[in-house]
């Protein structure tokens, strides 16, 4: 090694040793006679001394060194004169008296500061991805990164769990979204595609004996990328054959207890992770990823102003519409703008509008509304026990603020979703300690797509229908519920597993159901159905998100913060200017021409 110890683990026990560093320059002050250096690397910083008296030479080297130069310093660790030491910094009782040293490499004055932490713009960091990683925040994002992927390593290891690597060149494994495409230069015409995950390569080890399988596998999904969502992310990807749900939910959820308590102790769990089934979970949150850290739950209003003057809600409803509201505390003294703000997100997502009613003034019982203290512009149009039925079953009280949705159902639990999310954020709800993990269960097999007039997995094709309701497959398949799982967290669907299709015959028939015919189902999952009747044992899993787990638990509120090198919203690596162009040969091997768009 170019160096004896690391800057950073420095400190008063060290005093008299002689050390050799190497690392960056984080900061240098030239007082004239004396040089210092915070010299930095992976560890830390400390600081060192350049005295004309003890090294000339180290001193006039020391006078051209500048920030992020890299650098090496031999010298000895003494004690800080009295009244400098510097209590904030680990290294701060010591410094490094330099006797040697050298300049390994200059720097250019990068883009932006290294050693302090200052909002930097995204395209920036990205493009020097390099040196926005040296910045000791992002380095610790990556340290905890490496040790949460080391945590589920050891932890699965030890419940006799092996990991398997799977082609990234295979073939569609459909997951709902847009594959990525790799030409091949030996087939022409034909093309491999990157998996959206290692689903039925996990399904074939179970059929090849593994039993118990996992991986940290990246997926690859040609989408519109989020603030939780990339072109490439990284999965913990897990089967399990001869299992129940229970078994399943049970591993994950002790695995990520003892994650958070180890990594994160300073965070509080719910624990057991509640479990709510989706129909209660969309009832309730108006979403399958409900945030848990918060109550304001939605409630369906309808049955109370179905007969009501107000023609919003009487038509709302007589149209197969819901009324559906929740209850903003302390917000009845919202202005004008602030309503008009709500209205505009509400209008933004499709619904034709708020209503809003504003609950008097704070304290007092609601006993003592009367409808002159309400201020909505449906106050005129309902009575004074309708009002307060609502405000009763919203849990609201004097001065708080009832936003209340009439729509198509759908679009009112989607409406009411974001406004419950709006309300929690500008009223800073949720515990900043709490990580509410919960598991979604009992979704519907099959969703119906209105725009291809076909129905569509809810999950993925493989994931099996409960047993009692196989029969309604040909009957009533909107009624089929999947043997399905999600696990959630502060809003965030963090993963999806289920237990799967294990025969032949049935995976067939959910294939058909899809739209599929025979000669489609034998093209793209003929090996599927052909290892299933090989002694397919009965299997299940679970894949969860490393990228959103890690941003949950970094406190991040992209996931591109915790991916080393990530694409931008735009899906591209600034770092590399990737996608690229190519060339014409490089085509041509290809078997590919350019079209004229
Ligand atoms: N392959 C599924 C996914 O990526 C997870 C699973 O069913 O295990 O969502």
């Not at 003494?78 to 390994?104: H, Q, S, W, Y």
């Not at 759908?410 to 009411?416: E, I, P, S």
Request: glycine content about 6%; overall charge negative; charged content about 30%.
């Amino acid at each position: 090694m170019l160096k004896s110890h690391s800057c950073g683990e420095l400190n008063k026990k060290h005093i008299g040793a002689e050390v050799t560093l190497a690392g960056w320059v984080d900061r240098r002050r030239d007082h004239g006679r004396l040089i210092f250096i915070d010299l930095r690397d992976r560890e830390g910083v400390v600081q060192v001394v350049f005295n004309p008296e003890v090294s000339k030479l180290c001193h006039e080297i020391a006078s051209e060194m500048r920030n992020e130069y890299v650098v090496r310093v031999s010298g000895e660790v003494a004690p800080r004169p009295p009244g400098t030491e510097n209590p904030k910094l680990p290294t701060g009782d010591i410094e490094v008296i330099a006797r040697n040293t050298e300049i390994l490499n200059p720097s250019k004055t990068p883009p932006f500061y290294i050693n302090e932490d200052v909002e930097v713009e995204e395209s920036l960091r990205l493009k020097y991805r390099y040196l926005d990683l040296r910045r000791p925040r992002m380095k610790e994002k990556l340290i905890l990164r490496h040790r949460v992927v080391k945590f589920i390593r050891d932890f699965l290891d030890a419940r006799g769990f092996i990991e398997v690597e799977t082609p990234i060149l295979i073939k569609s494994t459909p997951e709902g979204a847009r594959d990525y495409l790799v030409p091949s230069r030996f087939h022409p015409g034909k093309f491999y595609a990157l998996p959206q995950s290692p689903q039925q390569l996990k399904q074939l080890l179970m059929v090849a004996g593994v039993e118990k399988y996992f991986q940290i596998a990246r997926c690859f999904r040609d989408e519109d990328t989020r603030a939780d969502r990339q072109p490439e992310f990284t999965q913990l990807d897990l089967e399990m054959s001869f299992v129940e749900e229970e078994d399943i939910l049970n591993l994950i959820e002790e695995l990520f207890t003892s994650m958070v308590e180890t990594i994160k102790p300073e965070m509080q769990l719910i624990k057991p992770f509640p479990r709510l089934s989706y129909a209660e979970a969309m009832e309730r949150y108006g979403t399958d990823k409900p945030d848990l850290r918060f109550g304001q739950e939605i409630r369906d209003l309808s049955d109370i102003v179905a007969q009501s003057d107000f023609a919003v809600f009487r038509s709302a409803i007589a149209n197969g519409g819901k009324v559906k509201g929740i209850c903003a505390p302390g917000c009845a003294t919202y202005t004008r703008n602030q309503l008009d703000e709500l209205n505009k997100l509400v209008q933004g997502l499709g619904a034709e509008g708020l209503v809003t009613m504003s609950l008097g003034t704070e304290g007092g019982s609601l006993n003592n509304l009367t409808i002159e203290m309400v201020r909505s512009v449906a106050a005129k149009f309902l009575t004074l026990d309708q009002v307060k039925a609502m405000a009763e079953r919203l849990g609201a009280n004097m001065g708080d603020l009832l936003l209340i949705v009439a729509a198509k159902p759908k679009l009112v639990n989607m409406v009411l979703d974001e406004l419950r999310r709006e309300v929690a954020s500008r009223l800073k709800l949720a515990d900043p300690n709490l990580f509410a993990f919960a598991y979604i269960e009992n979704f519907p097999l099959l969703r119906w797509d209105e725009e291809a007039g076909r129905w569509e997995s809810e999950h993925h094709p493989f994931t099996a229908p409960r047993d009692e309701d196989v029969s309604l497959l040909d009957t009533t398949p909107e009624k089929v519920r999947g043997k399905h799982y999600d696990m959630v967290c502060n809003g965030y669907e963090i993963g999806g597993g289920s237990l799967r299709i294990h025969t032949s015959h049935l995976q067939r028939k959910v294939f058909k159901l899809l739209g599929y015919s025979d000669e489609e189902i034998d093209d793209r999952f003929g090996h599927m159905l052909e290892a299933f009747d090989y002694g397919a044992p009965p299997h299940g899993g679970i894949a969860l998100g490393i990228d959103r787990i890690v941003m949950l638990l970094s406190g991040d509120e992209t996931i591109r913060e915790v991916i080393a090198f990530p694409k931008n919203q735009n899906a591209v690596d600034l770092t590399f200017n990737a996608p690229s162009s190519v060339t014409e040969e490089q085509l041509a091997e290809l078997h590919l021409r350019l079209r004229e768009e």
